[in-house]
């Protein structure tokens, strides 16, 4: 593993194709999460009905986020397995919900599986994040190849049911970067061009990785592939702190501070209004 990023204004490619739409990563990008699940660790229940998915993606567009990343399987430790239909049954109608209210929506979808990934794009979502990075289900590499959308591959040890008991690493920036590496490799043999690369905070990692992976967080700045940082209100933030995850939009602000300073391209939250006023005041600084 070696640095790839020596000058800390040079960006990614400037436009990423999103299907028929552009993502403009000259300046930095707001990632909103919509969650649609009943368990998810933070808004669990929350947008689990059309008048409230609606009313919170057109919040999350009115405070400036240009991206609306769905999920429908919860991946905190201990979270109950959701079988595919039943993902799909969750997903399917929240896309064509807001393609129907709010058709300029680019919409990303939060997915490991392949047939659901090629289930969601025929609905029009045009951004896979697979929180596996392609080891739970290679296939999913040919979907988004075929498709030829972008493609957010994430760091995870483990599974959901176990990543966080007792995660090691020799080097954890070192094993994170080479497995980037690796997937990125792997899934443009077969075609995948578009590649957003994100080190998986709290997935399969102490603490201490997390704030290590925070600190080298520019070593991860790989040519031509965005760098996407989430760690809205995450244990990461609480476990410092002594906050809860309904408290912890400060701690959010402040890391979400440093990693834009740090190459951040795309930040994934849960509070677009006070992420795009942190983007605001480090434009003014930088």
């Keep these: 593993m070696k640095p790839m990023i020596k000058d800390k204004h040079k960006s990614a490619s400037a436009l990423l194709k999103c299907g028929d739409k552009d993502i403009n990563l000259s300046h930095k990008i707001i990632m909103a ?12 229940g929350v947008n689990v009905t059309e008048r409230t998915w609606l009313q919170k993606v057109e919040q999350h567009i009115s405070d400036g986020a240009e991206i609306i990343d769905i999920g429908a399987v919860s991946t905190r430790p201990g979270a109950a397995e959701v079988n595919q239909d039943e993902e799909l049954e ?20 939060d997915t490991y599986r392949s047939e659901v990934a090629h289930a969601v794009i025929q609905e029009g979502a045009c951004m896979i994040n697979d929180i596996s990075g392609g080891t739970f289900d290679p296939e999913i590499f040919n979907v988004v190849a075929h498709a030829q959308l972008p493609y957010i591959i994430m760091h995870i040890k483990g599974t959901p049911g176990n990543m966080q008991k007792d995660p090691r690493y020799k080097d954890v920036t070192e094993e994170v970067y080479d497995f980037l590496h690796q997937q990125t490799k792997k899934a443009s043999q077969v075609g ?21 992976l925070m600190k080298d967080l520019r070593q991860f700045k790989a040519p031509g592939h965005p760098l996407l940082v989430g760690i809205s209100r995450k244990s990461m933030i609480n476990a410092v702190l002594g906050t809860k995850p309904a408290t912890a939009l400060n701690g959010t602000s402040v890391l979400n ?28 600084l930088t």
């Excluded at 969750?90 to 979808?109: A, C, N």
């Design 33 to 44: 999460i919509l969650n649609v699940t009943p368990d998810s660790f933070y808004d669990g």
């Design 90 to 109: 969750r997903l399917i109608p929240t896309i064509k919900s807001i393609l129907k209210h709010f058709p300029e929506t680019i919409i990303s979808v």
């Design 192 to 212: 995948v061009s578009n590649i957003i690369w994100d080190p998986g905070f709290g997935f399969g990692k102490t603490v201490e990785h997390n704030y290590q």
């Design 257 to 284: 501070t440093f990693a834009l300073l740090n190459g951040a391209d795309i930040l994934r939250v849960h509070d677009v209004k006070e992420a795009i006023e942190v983007v605001k005041l480090i434009e003014m």
